[in-house]
């Protein structure tokens, strides 16, 4: 009974402390609260499933800096240079540099096997030329060569097929 009389008044006493009731949160709480939700929600389902992964931000954030900052190129915005193909020397350059961290484990540090198969022998098993190589690469080989198309790009595994057929 007391509790359902006091209800209706905006102050309530307890034992002689008086607590002001606010009858509603203010909206602008309200405003602050849902907001936040939903920008949460944004947030973390932008970064779960837009295809966004820290290595893909890393790499344009590379290869936008790399772009402008040639050693060679006195106009930092020359574009035809940036789009033309890498040349030789830097396709291998980035291919010695993926071997390093994706094959290596497996085919040693020189090519010369081990888990893997010797790639610096005269002939491959699978064919030893570039069409043969980039298969090997992207696509795998059943006796234990996992297959890199997901995780590499048409780019990296062809720097990859320029390095391992410079192996000698
Ligand atoms: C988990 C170990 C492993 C990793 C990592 C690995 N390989 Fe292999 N690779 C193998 C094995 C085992 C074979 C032999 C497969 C077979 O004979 O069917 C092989 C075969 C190959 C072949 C074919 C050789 C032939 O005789 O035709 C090439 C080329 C090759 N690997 C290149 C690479 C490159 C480049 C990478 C890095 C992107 C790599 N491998 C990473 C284990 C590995």
């Not at 509603?24 to 944004?42: C, E, H, Q, R």
């Not at 947030?43 to 936008?64: D, H, N, R």
């Not at 772009?67 to 940036?82: G, I």
Request: glycine fraction near 14%; proline fraction near 4%; charged fraction near 20%.
């Amino acid at each position: 009974m007391l509790e359902k009389h006091q209800h209706h008044h905006d102050t309530r006493d307890f034992d002689g402390i008086t607590d002001n009731r606010a009858s509603k949160v203010p909206w602008y709480f309200s405003a602050l609260f849902f907001g936040l939700l939903i920008w949460g929600g944004a947030y973390m389902g932008y970064y779960l499933f837009s295809g966004w992964t820290q290595e893909g931000e890393f790499g344009q954030k590379m290869a936008a800096y790399e772009a402008t900052h040639r050693p060679e190129s006195t106009a930092p915005a020359a574009a035809p240079s940036s789009v033309a193909q890498p040349s030789q020397e830097e396709l291998l350059a980035k291919g010695a540099t993926l071997y390093g961290k994706r094959c290596r484990a497996c085919h040693g540090n020189d090519g010369k096997g081990g888990v893997g198969s010797d790639l610096t022998q005269a002939a491959y098993h699978y064919g030893r030329d570039l069409q043969s190589v980039t298969q090997s690469i992207a696509g795998g080989r059943p006796g234990g060569m996992p297959a890199f198309g997901e995780q590499l790009s048409a780019g990296e595994i062809q720097a990859l097929a320029a390095h391992v057929l410079s192996l000698e």
